[in-house]
């Protein structure tokens, strides 16, 4: 008879909620003070302001059901929330509905890129592209920027095209007789793929296609081509269709597109920079790369959504790492003991904490780099208008700058995102695997972040060129290298210098900034002198990759070390930790065979930093876990998560959730047919109908001959041979 002293009764239910809420102060303001130290008073305002009226949205607000849909019902939801988002374009200020469009992204991503391709990618070609009365006349005189009587599609990639745009080969050829541009596709290849609103949706394609000229092809130009008339009939001579199922954004309604032979007027290239008379005469802009200034909105947009991904996850993931708890301390062999929260194992916490604050590193860089990307547009605007000449080779300088930080932020973030994903996924164990824990979808819809609008190792090399091709100049002929890397005219100090980060260094962000500008210049550097001899450009791509991360990093760091010095003080305890967290992981810990590599760093601090410093600053960070996510604001809505409700009550929640979107007063599925009838099969006997049996043997087995009757049956053949 076993002992009563081994029998374990669990008799008090888990109490997540009473866990989480215990780490909030009641009435604290801080989570309100943090997000507009994060965001900026106004953006903080307007965020909290358009999420109101987001979750009231019957049609906008996110819920649970967006897990269970098909592709087609996807794609009816999209079209549903594209109808009412319109609405809101009529009737708000543009600013509002950006940031609306924004937040709606978060959470439904197909909606948020079908309206973006319209309003972002198409509208912002022509803006781009286009004269000031060709961007007047399609939209807004046609009303293409408020989702009426046109929408339009990005007509870039094609099949055999993607991150090389310079060598798209559908063809725009002059006809003099008639003029019009002609525009075909030659071959396969040349065939539009991958176009976000074509298969169903879209009127007019901005459409990047060879300009041929009485014979001579002058690049690749842009042009606006109908696709459809009013009654959202194929124009003749344009083929559609949908390109079919996809990892994620099932509500998005790619396409692909032939042209054979379709006539469009002269006055449908878009002609700011590049013009073709009607004589044929063809006038090249002065500055190539003006043409591509319309592509960097949407990278800007998605190192932002890049920030809101990290904070999303990490807040559900964190909630329920506080909430959660398994594993009695010490576990004896009775097994008795209180469990420990997750979050409390020292693991836990060097899983999450660093995303966090690369969370908070990411959303103070990316409101920079919004603010950036809305100056130097508004500088080029108003120096195109003026034809100021000087004006505008100001603005190219900083659009360069702009290059640069949109291309390193865009493909490092978005890469960090896609594992932060992953991460907090994990650590949420099986029930992060449920799709109502919001995970899975995300990383399905998240994923192609990495590969469009730029391609991110594509967009890295030329981060990591043209930062060579800098440090190059510099050390050769003594360039200063202006605005946001101007500290690459510090290059010859760098290298001669003998600079290296000791033991205590690591606690000091300014100088962690100043060995990551050290090992950008020294890997530059090392990287140009293997051009100078025998390697190539495709050689040292690795390096370029690299110093695109590098860069990504540095912008980050040195926007939180700009921001924290005016942070107020009650924020200044947790900033200083979150930084230092930061700056320790995802730079120093993450490049360690880099900064050792390059004489950077030595190996003492490297170790003391992995094996103390981290372990200690996520220690700090422990406390204020809750408080520190809870000041992203995200709300449920936002979250759409079972397990990461603000409340905290994880399983009264996820319990709730499975019973609503799986009622169990359904007791039958719809394959039960097929299950019962697998468990009610006849034995294998009756299957063969019994024709297999002993008894069926007996009848249909015929009697062998003795050996007696056979030995008779030969001396009677023998005597017949006689």
């Known amino acids: ?53 987001l979750e009231r949205d019957p049609i906008l607000a996110a819920n649970f059901n967006d897990y269970e849909v098909t592709k087609e019902q996807q794609r009816e939801l ?45 509208i912002n070609c022509i803006k781009g592209n286009g004269t000031d009365e060709q961007y007047k006349y399609w939209c807004i005189d046609k009303q293409a920027g408020h989702l009426n009587q046109l929408y339009g599609c990005f007509g870039m990639t094609e099949l055999g095209h993607g991150s090389n745009v310079a060598g798209c080969e559908t063809t725009a050829t002059f006809d003099p007789e008639t003029d019009e541009f002609i525009i075909d596709t030659p071959h396969i ?23 041929v000229v009485n014979g001579k ?29 996809k990892m994620g954004r099932e509500g998005v309604d790619n396409g692909w597109i032939q042209f054979s032979d379709v006539r469009i007027p002269r006055f449908f290239m878009l002609q700011k920079f590049c013009k073709v008379s009607r004589e044929g005469k063809v006038t090249l802009p002065p500055l190539e790369q003006l043409s591509y200034i319309s592509l960097l ?27 959660r708890k398994q594993f009695p301390p010490n576990l004896g062999l009775d097994g008795v003991g209180d469990e420990v929260q997750l979050m409390d194992y020292p693991l836990h916490q060097r899983r999450l904490f660093p995303y966090l604050a690369l969370a908070y590193a990411m959303g103070l860089g990316t409101n920079r780099l919004e603010n950036q990307h809305n100056a130097i547009l508004v500088d080029l605007d108003k120096a195109v208008a003026k034809k100021n000449t000087n004006a505008i080779k100001s603005a190219i300088n900083e659009t360069k700058s702009l290059f640069i930080d949109s291309g390193s932020l865009k493909s490092t973030t978005t890469w960090l995102a896609a594992d932060c994903i992953t991460e907090c996924r994990q650590t949420c164990g099986g029930h992060g695997y449920s799709a109502y824990s919001g995970f899975g979808k995300a990383y399905d819809d998240w994923v192609v972040q990495c590969t469009w609008e730029g391609d991110n190792n594509v967009l890295a090399m030329s981060v990591g060129k043209t930062l060579i091709r800098n440090v190059q100049e510099v050390l050769d002929k003594g360039k200063k290298i202006g605005g946001s890397v101007s500290f690459l005219s510090n290059a010859r100090q760098y290298i001669n210098n003998d600079l290296i980060l000791r033991e205590g260094d690591q606690e000091n962000p300014d100088k962690i900034l100043q060995a990551l500008e050290v090992l950008i ?62 700056a320790n992981t995802f730079i120093l810990e993450a490049f360690s065979s880099e900064f050792l590599i390059y004489g950077v760093i030595d190996a003492k601090t490297k170790n003391i930093l992995s094996s103390e410093y981290i372990p200690k600053l996520c220690l700090d960070l422990r406390p204020r876990a809750i408080t520190l996510t809870d000041s992203f604001q995200q709300s ?42 697998m468990l009610s099969r006849p034995s294998l006997e009756d299957r063969d109908r019994q ?32």
């Open 691 to 722: 024709e297999k049996t002993e008894s069926a043997q007996e009848i249909l087995t015929v009697p062998f001959p003795k050996r007696g009757d056979d030995d008779e049956d030969d001396d009677d053949d023998d005597d017949d041979d006689e």
């Open 297 to 323: 909105g949407g990278r800007v947009t998605m190192a932002t959504d890049s920030y809101r991904a990290a904070a999303r996850f990490t807040t559900i993931a964190i909630r329920y790492g506080v909430g």
């Open 189 to 211: 290849g040349a065939t539009k793929w991958w176009i976000g609103g074509a298969a169903h949706s879209a009127t007019h394609s901005s459409i990047y296609a060879r300009l």
């Open 78 to 122: 999209t079209a549903l929330r594209i109808n009412r988002m319109a609405r809101y374009i009529e009737s708000e200020s543009i600013e509002d509905f950006n940031r609306r469009l924004n937040l709606v992204t978060v959470y439904d991503p197909s909606t948020g890129i079908r309206i973006s391709v319209n309003l972002g990618l198409y």
């Open 636 to 677: 449920d809505m936002i979250l759409n998560s079972a397990i990461g409700k603000y409340n905290g009550d994880i399983y009264e929640n996820y319990f709730n959730v499975v019973k609503d979107q799986n009622p169990p007063i359904k007791t039958k599925a719809f394959y039960s047919e097929s299950m019962e009838a």
């Open 521 to 582: 210049v020294r890997i530059s550097s090392k990287a140009s002198e293997a051009l100078k001899s025998s390697a190539t450009w495709d050689d040292v791509s690795p390096q370029r990759v690299l110093l695109s991360k590098l860069r990504c990093h540095h912008y980050l760091l040195q926007s939180f070390i700009e921001n924290l010095r005016e942070a107020a003080s009650e924020l200044q305890p947790d900033l200083n930790t979150l930084i230092r967290l930061y």
């Open 1 to 53: 008879m076993s002992s009563a002293k081994n029998i374990v009764s669990h008799t008090a239910p888990p109490n997540p909620k009473e866990l989480i809420g215990r780490e909030r102060k009641p009435g604290d303001g801080f989570p309100l003070l943090m997000n507009q130290f994060l965001e900026g008073k106004k953006k903080s305002a307007q965020i909290l302001r358009l999420l109101k009226s």
């Open 217 to 245: 092809d002058y690049g690749v130009k842009t042009f606006v081509v109908p696709l459809r008339d009013s009654n959202h009939e194929l124009l003749p001579g344009v083929s559609i269709g949908d390109i079919g199922s």
